[in-house]
C-alpha cells in the first residue's frame, strides 16, 4: 500500500542572492514499511524535501506547487493544527545533528514523554515508563537513571540515539532519518543503522533515509532516488542502481566509493562541484561536469523516464533516469560499464564505503 | 555543525571580478543596533529612499563570441549614511534581464502576489555575479542560443515602475559570430 506519495513538488527559496530553486518538480513514493534512500551531494535538496513533508519550510522558502499525499490525504491542504497532529505522530524525524535538535534545558526524558504526552494523550507516569523502556530499547544503558540527565550529559551517539527514541515514541508510520548518522564514528554509524533497522522492522514504520553515503543505502534501503541540483535523477530498487546505474552522476558517485584492496593512487571523483542553485547551469544541471556531454544537453532538460521504453515516469514508477540517453537526443552513448567482484558485493561495497 | 561550505575556505578568487576586497570588510559597528527598517519606514518619505539607492549592471568586456559565458556584475548601492528599505512587488527582491527577459528566460513568470521589505544598510553595498550562457529559456525544458548581435543585459530592483524611480540600470553587450 502506498504511503505516501509527493506529486510535482517544488520548492523556491526567495533569498536576497536570487531566487533558489531547492527542490524542483519532485515526484517519488514511499509503501508501508518500506526503506526507500534519498542520495546525493550536499545542496541537492534531500533536507529541503524532508522539511517539506513536515511543513517545516521557513521564510524565505515556499512549497510553490504540488502535493503530498500522506494515506490519500493532502498534507499542504491541511490546516495548522491538523498538521500538528501528523508531525511526530504519525510522520516523525530524526534530524541531522542531535546535539542541536534537542533541547539543552529540558532533560532527556522530559522531551520524549512531552511528545508521548501530548500525542498519546499518557499520564505523566504512563509517559514516563514508556519512555524509559524505549529509551532502553534503543540502546541507552540504565534507562531509568538517564531519565533525568540533560543533553550535554549524554555522549554524541546517546543523543542521537535519544532523538531516534523520541522519534520512534508515537509509533509513526513514516519515519525520516535526514543524516542519522552523519556526525558520528563509523562504529556507532553500524549499530545505529542497525537500531534504525530493527526499530523499523519492529514497528512496521516505513523510513526515508537521506544520506549522501552509498554505503549505508546499500546496507539498508530497498529503492532509491538520486538527487541532483534539487531534481531527481535516477529512482531505482538499490539491486538496479548498483548492478545497472543509468545516470552519468550515479556513476560518478560509485566510482568516488573507496575499496579495500584498491591500489590507485588517487580516488577517482566526479570533477567540478555541484552548481550554485540560484544560477543553475541551462539544459541538464548536470552537463559541465558529465563526461558524456553533448551540445544539446545544454539546450534540453532531461526528462524524467523509464530508461527501457523512454516513456515518462511517474511517481509510480520504480525505475527512471533522467538522461537525454533515453529520449534519443543524444548522439553519442553512455559508455561505461560495471563489473563485480567478489562473491557478495552489493554486501562488501556497502562496507567499503564506510 | 559547521559545514566546509559555510566557511569560506572553498571561496573562489579566481573569477573575473576579482579582488573584491570592500566585500570582505566587516560592516560598520556603529548604529547596528538601529532598527533601520521601522526607521526608515517612519522617518525617510519613500521619494527619499528610492534616491538613496543605485543600480549598477557590468560586464568585464563589450563584446563575446557566441558560445561563451557572459559574466553579469550587478551592484546595489544605498548611498545615504543611514539605514533605507524599500517595499518590493514580489518576494523577489531584484532580478536581472536580458532584452526584458528575466534571468534570460522567456517562459511567463509566475512569482507570488506578497510584498516584501529590502532593507539596505547605511552606505551599503550588495553585489551579485550571473553568468548569461548566450541561451535564452524558450519553455520549461528547452533552451536555444541567442543570435549575433547586440543585447540589453538590465537589472532592477523588483518595485513597480523601477526605471522611473531610478532603481533599474543596463548595459549593453555584442555577441560575435563564432
Known amino acids: ?354 | 555543525m559547521r559545514r566546509i561550505y559555510d566557511s569560506q575556505a572553498l571561496k573562489r578568487d579566481d573569477d573575473v571580478f576579482t579582488p573584491r576586497e570592500r566585500d570582505d570588510a566587516p560592516e560598520p559597528a556603529a548604529m547596528r543596533s538601529v532598527p533601520g527598517e521601522s526607521l526608515s519606514r517612519l522617518l525617510v518619505p519613500t521619494w527619499l529612499r528610492y534616491r538613496a539607492l543605485t543600480v549598477t549592471v557590468e560586464t568585464p568586456e563589450s563584446s563575446y563570441p557566441a558560445g561563451t559565458d557572459v559574466p553579469v556584475k550587478v551592484t546595489l548601492r544605498n548611498t545615504f549614511p543611514f539605514p533605507i528599505s524599500v517595499r518590493t512587488r514580489t518576494p523577489r527582491l531584484w532580478t536581472w534581464h536580458v532584452d526584458g527577459a528575466a534571468e534570460a528566460s522567456r517562459v511567463p513568470e509566475s512569482l507570488p502576489d506578497e510584498e516584501r521589505v529590502y532593507t539596505f544598510d547605511r552606505g551599503e553595498r550588495k553585489q551579485f555575479l550571473r553568468r548569461w550562457t548566450g541561451l535564452f529559456k524558450v519553455s520549461e525544458t528547452e533552451w536555444e542560443p541567442a543570435d549575433p548581435g547586440e543585447y540589453t543585459l538590465g537589472a532592477y530592483i523588483d518595485v513597480a515602475d523601477a526605471d522611473g524611480k531610478g532603481l533599474a540600470a543596463e548595459t549593453t553587450v555584442r555577441i560575435e559570430p563564432e
Open chain 1, 1 to 354: 500500500m502506498t504511503l505516501l506519495e509527493i506529486n510535482d513538488l517544488t520548492v523556491n527559496f526567495y533569498t536576497e542572492d536570487g531566487v533558489v530553486t531547492a527542490v524542483d518538480d519532485l515526484s517519488y513514493r514511499i509503501e508501508s514499511g518500506e526503506t526507500f534512500g534519498v542520495v546525493g551531494e550536499s545542496g541537492a535538496g534531500k533536507s529541503v524535501t524532508a522539511l517539506s513533508l513536515m511543513r517545516l519550510i521557513e521564510d524565505p522558502g515556499r512549497i510553490e506547487s504540488g502535493e503530498i499525499l500522506f494515506k490519500g490525504e493532502d498534507l499542504l491542504e491541511m490546516s495548522e493544527a491538523e498538521i500538528r497532529s501528523v508531525r511526530g505522530n504519525e510522520i516523525a524525524m530524526i534530524f541531522q545533528d542531535a546535539q542541536t535538535a534537542l533541547n539543552p534545558v529540558y532533560s532527556v526524558g522530559e522531551q520524549i514523554s512531552e511528545a508521548i504526552r501530548h500525542h498519546l494523550n499518557y499520564s505523566d507516569a504512563e509517559a514516563r515508563d514508556r519512555t524509559i523502556q524505549l529509551l532502553d530499547r534503543v540502546g541507552i544503558p540504565d534507562a531509568e537513571s538517564r531519565y533525568d540527565d540533560y543533553p550535554h550529559e549524554f555522549s554524541g551517539g546517546m543523543q542521537q540515539r535519544a532523538v531516534i527514541a523520541m522519534a520512534l515514541s508515537c509509533d509513526p508510520d513514516l519515519l525520516i532519518a535526514d543524516e542519522p548518522t552523519t556526525a558520528l564514528d563509523v562504529t556507532t554509524e553500524a549499530k545505529i543503522l542497525d537500531q534504525i533497522q530493527d526499530l523499523a522492522d519492529e514497528f512496521d514504520t516505513a523510513v526515508q533515509l537521506i544520506t549522501h553515503d552509498l554505503g549505508v543505502v546499500a546496507k539498508i534501503c530497498e529503492r532509491v532516488m538520486v538527487m541532483y541540483a534539487g531534481r531527481p535523477v535516477e529512482k531505482a530498487p538499490v539491486e538496479d542502481l548498483y548492478y545497472d546505474p543509468k545516470h552519468p552522476y550515479t556513476v560518478g558517485l560509485m566510482s568516488s566509493i573507496p575499496r579495500i584492496g584498491d591500489e590507485r593512487d588517487r580516488l577517482q571523483t566526479i570533477p567540478g562541484t555541484m552548481p550554485d542553485l540560484v544560477d543553475v547551469p541551462p539544459g541538464c544541471a548536470f552537463h559541465p561536469r558529465c563526461p558524456y556531454a553533448e551540445e544539446s544537453c545544454a539546450q534540453k532538460q532531461p526528462p524524467l523516464v523509464d530508461p527501457e521504453t523512454g516513456d515518462a515516469a511517474t511517481a509510480a514508477d520504480d525505475r527512471a533516469a533522467a538522461c537525454l540517453e533515453y529520449t534519443g537526443d543524444l548522439e553519442g552513448e553512455l559508455e561505461f560499464e560495471v563489473s563485480v567482484e567478489g562473491e557478495d558485493p552489493l554486501l562488501e561495497e556497502g562496507q567499503d564505503a564506510r
